[in-house]
């Protein structure tokens, strides 16, 4: 999905609208960020479960840590010409910080 043209317009069209129509952004977070930030979460604490992850990590944290870092990938992508393997790449490096075993990851 990153690594579509047409959501890294929308999402940038949404973002510069925010001055202007602040109740669109409330409509999208509302609508479609929200739902799909707690499914991310329940993922994150069966990761945690699983022993995958540190039990004391704080899984907000980590949650925003990792929307964030998909978020600024996707309204300024690097020049490579593979963004989806990019963000992949950067994404377990992100876990690996936060303590998850990567080694199950396959590539």
Do not use: C
């Amino acid at each position: 999905m990153v690594g579509k043209p047409e959501i890294r317009k929308l999402m940038t069209r949404l973002i510069g609208s925010i001055p202007d129509y602040p109740k669109l952004m409330e409509v999208y977070r509302d609508t479609y960020y929200l739902p799909r930030r707690q499914a991310f979460g329940r993922a994150l604490a069966r990761v945690r479960a699983a022993g995958l992850l540190a039990k004391d990590i704080d899984l907000e944290a980590l949650a925003d840590m990792i929307i964030g870092a998909v978020m600024h990938r996707l309204i300024m992508p690097s020049p490579g010409d593979n963004p989806a393997g990019e963000l992949r790449d950067h994404m377990i490096g992100l876990l690996r910080q936060a303590g998850f075993d990567v080694s199950a990851v396959q590539r």
